[in-house]
């Protein structure tokens, strides 16, 4: 549901409270080891807390915000919809925290299929016995390939899927990088795999806008370690372009309608690092009912 304007946005705040403020504190982002390359903020401590993506292997383990499980968005009402209104970065400039990261995704993460398995070339066939709990068409859904377990090498890989339109059979190859770091997106869209393609999507077939369930993975050579495939919604993004400096996007007022956020998203970011080291991430988001 669209929100209706600048007259929603102000009462939901102003008049009738229907908001809620949420502050994000990310003791240190994933280190990607080289610079240029995505992070997922699941796997480090802060808030909201760590998440393993723990679950059986191969399995699709849908995910549910509450509380401090994905970036809480407050409370739901009955007859409204809520939406973001504003996103506040910022990356202090303290000791490795010198740069900052440029890029930051706010997604909501639908589900994961966990422990794939880097060392495997046969064919990894995928449990969807469960499915997608929130944007179930698939339309905007992505695939990001997060290190679970430390991998060794560059190897091409394969996803097999059902796209949006609920056709199975779709497939892509691209190149696995090579992520040494648990928490580092694992994905190219290039053919080589270098710094200047990393991406934390993996591509579609042509013709496709998303992706409903992953029915199949396969590596062309072993790369080491474990990688869990996760189905993303991306929402909103932000750069930020100095460090100690805050960057704010307010919704509704700069052209970007304020993204809708539907009940039960578990909202976390990926980050793309312009160093190579750790470093922290602070946010605030404010949210509304209406």
Do not use: W
């Amino acid at each position: 549901m669209a929100l209706s304007g600048f007259s929603a946005i102000g009462q939901a705040i102003h008049d009738t409270g229907k908001y809620h403020y949420q502050y994000v504190y990310k003791v240190a982002t994933p280190i990607p080891g080289t610079a240029g390359f995505f992070v997922d903020m699941n796997q480090t401590s802060g808030s909201p807390k760590y998440n393993a993506f723990a679950g059986t292997q191969f399995a699709f383990t849908p995910l549910a915000g509450s509380g401090n499980g994905g970036v809480y968005t407050g409370a739901n009402i009955s007859g409204s919809s809520k939406h973001l209104v504003s996103l506040q970065v910022l990356n202090p400039s303290t000791g490795a925290n010198t740069v900052p990261p440029d890029h930051i995704i706010l997604s909501d993460y639908l589900g994961f299929y966990p422990l794939i398995d880097g060392d495997d070339t046969d064919l990894q066939i995928m449990d969807n016995t469960l499915t997608l709990p929130r944007y179930v068409s698939g339309v905007g859904v992505r695939v990001v390939l997060i290190v679970q377990a430390p991998m060794n090498i560059t190897a091409p890989i394969t996803i097999t899927y059902t796209n949006s339109e609920g056709v199975a059979g779709r497939s892509v190859t691209f190149n696995l990088i090579a992520g040494v770091n648990i928490g580092v997106c694992a994905t190219a869209a290039g053919t080589n795999g270098l710094t200047q393609n990393a991406t934390p999507f993996a591509p579609l077939d042509n013709g496709d806008v998303g992706v409903r369930a992953i029915e199949s993975i396969q590596l062309g050579s072993g790369s080491g370690g474990f990688f869990c495939a996760a189905l993303v919604s991306p929402l909103a993004s932000i750069m930020t372009l100095e460090s100690g400096v805050a960057v704010e996007e307010v919704y509704g007022i700069a052209g970007q309608l304020p993204p809708e956020i539907i009940e039960g998203a578990y909202l976390n970011f990926l980050i793309k690092r312009s160093g190579s080291l750790a470093g922290r991430l602070q946010a605030e988001l404010v949210f509304i009912n209406s």
